[in-house]
C-alpha cells in the first residue's frame, strides 16, 4: 500500500525558515516522481514544487529562489527546504506521487498524481 507522510509544518514569521519532509512507503521509492502541493483558504491547491526519480527539479514561480527540494533515497523521503517565507505561503502543504514510475508530463497539474498524504499546516505570520 502506498502511503505518504507529511510533517515539518508550523508557525513561523515572515522572513524565517521550514523544512518539510514527505515520508514514503509502499513503493519503489527511487523510481518515482514527488511533489509538494499547497493549498491555502479561499484558493485552488497549487503546484508547488516537483522532484524526478532522478533528481530534475521544479518549482512554481512564485517560490523560485527560496524554497528547494531535494530526496534522500535511503530514507524514502523528499524534503522542502523553505527559506524567507512569506505571508502568502501560509497554506496546507501535501506531498504527492504518481500511481507508478511514470514520466510525469504536468508536474503542476493535480491529475498526474495518483496518491497524496495527509498534508500539514505552514502558517507564516506578518
Known amino acids: 500500500e502506498v502511503q505518504l507522510q507529511a510533517s515539518g509544518g508550523g508557525l513561523v514569521q515572515s522572513g524565517g525558515s521550514l523544512r518539510l519532509s514527505c515520508a514514503a512507503s509502499?513503493?519503489?521509492?527511487?523510481?518515482?516522481?514527488i511533489a509538494w502541493f499547497r493549498k491555502a483558504p479561499g484558493k485552488k491547491r497549487e503546484g508547488v514544487s516537483c522532484?524526478?526519480?532522478?533528481?530534475?527539479?521544479y518549482y512554481v514561480d512564485s517560490v523560485k529562489g527560496r524554497f528547494t527540494i531535494s530526496r534522500d533515497n535511503a530514507k524514502n523521503t523528499v524534503y522542502l527546504q523553505m527559506n524567507s517565507l512569506k505571508p502568502e505561503d501560509t497554506a496546507v502543504y501535501y506531498c504527492a506521487t504518481p500511481g507508478g514510475p511514470k514520466t510525469v508530463l504536468a508536474w503542476w497539474r493535480e491529475y498526474e498524481y495518483d496518491y497524496w498524504g495527509q498534508g500539514t499546516q505552514v502558517t507564516v505570520s506578518s
Open positions: 509502499g513503493f519503489t521509492f527511487d523510481d518515482y516522481t
Open positions: 522532484i524526478s526519480s532522478s533528481g530534475t527539479s
